[in-house]
Structure formats: structure tokens, C-alpha cells
């Protein structure tokens, strides 16, 4: 096989997107002459001409356009491993991992990616998710996994690792009449605007969010779209719309504002999963995918011996004090 330069395919993929030699060597810092030089040194490696120049204009050849086709890939798989290997370098891992999320993480997420820095020397890098595109950014690959709340039944995509399910709740405004009550029937999300999340999720997703009607078949209304949680909750505390939201969410986001309710009658919980591209092996997913088990595991144990500890002891009744009865002379 004939070698081929790096640079030379860098340069023939700029010149497809420019179509101008002169904009070419701009934006590769370099002279219009070394543009040609390399164009006409892939075309000698090649053995066919890849670009139609005149004095008036530039073009691929009928060959051109399939090569740029089958290169751009490569070249641009390769770009990216040598950006992984910067980053590597910089950070002092051997890996890394990409994760996107939107909100907040468990406690016992956090550690499980701090013992994979430390326990197999990969990099955890998060990257924040749109509230209502679960799936774009790991089916573009521009993250390695996402956690993101199910279901997921999406072509090409897989689950591994299913977090605890958690109660959902209602976020309202604290002077909202339904937060007198403490909690709310699965019915009385009739009565209010109930907040959608914004983007491209499938239909199927966007209903698990927020159902499109009650169980007793009263529309839901979700006239209102928001793109983060944080924008969520200022609108519940500004006005009258309701926001579905899981127990640990509302744990970490109190608010004086705000209230979170207890849903009597809604019977599908809220549970996350860690979703990545089924077609991509990844050993690096896979010791996340062990390590959460393992936290999770352990906070379970733990929850399991707290509630042990609380069984409440018998209460101990002290024995009377016997009293001699005084001696009684004969």
C-alpha cells in the first residue's frame, strides 16, 4: 500500500468543504502552493485525480467526491483518538469516559466514578444533556453512556445498568392551595399545567414523563415546555404549573418556595439507566457498570441495617423496693 500523508488527506478535506485553494491554505496556515503540492502528491499515491481545477473554478472528480466519502470518517476517527490521547495525557489517566446527565447525580454515582479514576485510572468527563433529549448526544457519539431516565426502546441503543427505583412527586408552588395537603390524588393533576421537558424525545418517552391523561381519563395538561430542571422548578414557584419530579431530586433541591407532594394513585415509578450505543464494547463501561452495582449495593445494606437499629428495645420496668416489716416485740 502506498503511504499517505496525514496531511495530505487533511488538506483534500478542506479543499472539499472551501472549493477555493486560496481559502484552503488560510485555514491551514500555510502558502496556496504548498495546497497544491499536497493535492497533487495524494494524487500521485492515489494514481487518479481527485480535484478539476481551472482558472475559474474547483471541483472533486467523479473520484474525488467517493474518496472524500470513504476518508472523512477515518480521518475524523482518528482526530478524536489523538484528542483522547491529549486528554489522557493532560488529566494523567489512561482512559476516559464521557457521560452525559441532566440534574443531578447520586452520591453513590460520584464515588463510583471517583474509584474508577482510581481503581483503573479512567477519566470521567460529564457532559450536560438536554432535559428532553435523552438519546441524541450517545447516538451521535458524542458521549460514551448517558443517564437518563427509562424507558428506553430505541433502535441501536442498549441499557446496562438500572439505577433503584424512586417515588415520583409533585412539585408545586408553596402557596399553591393543593400544598396544604401534603399530598394529592393522581386525579388532580387534571387541574394543572404540568411542565413538559423540550427536545427531541420519542412520543413514548415524553408520556412516561408526563401521561397525557389520568387514570380516571381527565386530560393532563402540558401546554409549557422547560429544557432544565432548574427552569422547572422557578416557574412551579412563580406560578401555577405542577412538575413531576423523582425523591432524590426533590431531596437535593429544597426550596423554600416550593413543595414536593406524595402522588396517591400513580403507581409507575421514576428510575434511571445508564444507556450506551449497543453496537460500541466499551471494558470501561462495563467497570462502571460493576462499580454502581457495588455502591448501590452498599447503600442498600446499609439502608437494610439502619432500619434494623431503629426496632425499638423493650422497656425495662424496675423491680419495687421490698420494704422489711418492722420486728414486733412479743
Sequence with gaps: MNQVHVQEIECLLVLAEELHFGRTAERLG??????SQLVA???????????????????????????????????RALASALDRARDRARSGTLDRLRIGFHGGLYGEVTEAFRRLRVEHE?????????????????????VDAAVVELPVSEPGLTTGFR??????????????????????????????????PLGD??????????????????????????????EGLTLV???????????????????DDVRYLGIDGLDTPSQLGLVRR????????????RLLAEEFGRASAT????????????????????????EVAA
Excluded: K
Excluded at 482558472?55 to 472524500?68: C, E, K
Excluded at 418517552?205 to 395538561?221: C, D, K, Q, S, Y
Excluded at 449497543?278 to 462495563?286: K, N, T
Design 237 to 255: 414557584a412563580a406560578g401555577d404549573h405542577g412538575m413531576l419530579v423523582c425523591r432524590p431530586l426533590a431531596e437535593r433541591a429544597t426550596r
Design 278 to 289: 449497543a453496537d460500541r464494547a466499551s471494558w470501561q463501561l462495563d467497570a462502571l457498570e
Design 303 to 326: 439502608e437494610v441495617a439502619e432500619v434494623a437499629e431503629v426496632v425499638e428495645a423493650p422497656e425495662v420496668v424496675e423491680a419495687p423496693e421490698v420494704v422489711e416489716a418492722p
Design 201 to 230: 424525545a420519542p412520543d413514548y418517552w415524553r408520556a412516561a414523563r408526563v401521561p397525557p391523561a389520568t387514570p380516571g381519563g381527565l386530560p393532563i395538561r402540558s401546554g409549557t415546555g422547560i429544557s432544565t430542571v432548574e
Design 163 to 196: 439505577f433503584p427505583p424512586q417515588d415520583r412527586l409533585l412539585a408545586v408552588a408553596a402557596r399553591h392551595p393543593l400544598a396544604r395537603a401534603g399530598r394529592v390524588h393522581v386525579e388532580e393533576l387534571a387541574t394543572l399545567d404540568v411542565l413538559r
Design 30 to 35: 500555510c502558502a496556496q502552493s504548498r495546497v
Design 41 to 75: 502528491g495524494l494524487e500521485r499515491r492515489v494514481g487518479v485525480r481527485l480535484v478539476d481545477r481551472t482558472s475559474r473554478s474547483v471541483a472533486l472528480s467523479r473520484f474525488g467526491v467517493q474518496f472524500v466519502a470513504e476518508v472523512r470518517p477515518a480521518y
Design 122 to 142: 479512567v477519566a470521567l468527563v460529564l457532559v450536560g444533556i438536554p432535559l428532553g433529549s435523552p438519546f441524541t448526544a450517545v447516538r451521535d457519539d458524542r
